[in-house]
């Protein structure tokens, strides 16, 4: 058979493989829903239909962060100017779901008004495709950024520091940072001490490095909270999930359940509270 001859069944060969291989996935449009989660791969962004939070009056101990995360969100909603922030602090202790229950409690303020978009740190280098993505939007965007911190040798962040404030175009005006972190400036010690040691200006080579906390206008603490705290946050889960038993002892199991786990913070008070519904044999949410 000659080449000529091989070409129709060449070409219906690739029509068939083609039939066969699974359709790229779509990128969501930000009118979908009101949470995201961002591919670097393809560039697009997927469709949260329910996002894992929880209430943000069921937060306590972390008062005057709420207060001050759900003022400039507010304020970033309406169009005004707001600050990128930084949640810094011991793990389990409210980060995360600070930001996602500040972003619901204003949407549910003024419907709509923000898109939640979460970026993995692994993706961090994507970071300007999908401010690219977000420029032209109409709509406001959070993006969320969970467990950010940059390892030794790891040069992403300086991409990151010019896309937050430094580089040409900046941040959109439609779009804010958030992040957390267990790092207060995001970098390991011995990688800012290493710069100290070895660069032609030491200064200057650390003032680099500390200087990416710095895009972050609003710097929140998070610390682990005592035992008067935790046994409020489990109380108030008890109490909103209607978890009740006769002869439960319930702060002395939850003191139990956070000495088997060696911390006390929200997210053990949340653990034990699974584990409790789960022995009382009623669903949560």
């Known amino acids: 058979m000659s080449d000529i001859e091989l070409l129709p069944l060449l070409r219906r060969i690739a029509e068939a493989l083609e039939r066969r291989a699974p359709p790229k996935p779509r990128s969501a449009a930000l009118t979908e829903a009101d949470a995201f989660v961002w591919h670097a791969e393809g560039e697009r962004l997927e469709s949260v239909a329910r996002v894992n939070r929880v209430e943000l009056q069921l937060l306590r ?41 500040v972003h619901a409690q204003v949407n549910d303020e003024k419907k709509g008004a923000l ?4 970026i993995h740190r692994e993706e961090i280098p994507s970071l300007p495709a999908l401010l690219a993505r977000l420029r032209d939007e109409t709509r406001r965007c959070i993006l969320f950024c969970d467990d950010l911190s940059f390892d030794s040798g790891d040069a992403s962040y300086k ?59 609003l710097w929140l603490g998070f610390h682990v909270c005592d035992q008067d705290t935790y046994l409020a946050i489990v109380r108030g889960y008890a109490e909103r999930y209607g978890l009740e038993a006769k002869g439960l002892d319930l702060d002395r199991e939850a003191n139990e359940w956070a000495v088997t786990r060696g911390s006390r913070s929200g997210r053990v008070a949340w653990q034990f509270i699974q584990d409790l519904a789960g022995r009382l044999g009623k669903k949560l949410g």
């Open 61 to 101: 101990g972390i008062d005057r962060q709420a207060a001050l995360l759900l003022d400039n969100t507010r304020r970033f909603a309406q169009g005004l100017p707001a600050n990128n922030a930084l949640l810094w602090g011991a793990r389990g202790t409210g980060k995360s779901s600070l930001i996602k229950a």
């Open 159 to 217: 991409s990151l520091k010019a896309v937050l404030e430094g580089g040409i175009e900046g941040r959109p005006d439609n779009v804010i940072f958030y992040a957390t972190s267990n790092r207060r400036h995001l970098m390991p010690r011995d990688m800012i001490e290493n710069e100290r040691s070895t660069a032609i200006n030491p200064a200057e080579a650390v003032e680099e490095k500390v200087s990416l906390s710095d895009r972050f206008g």
């Open 115 to 118: 898109a939640l978009v979460e």
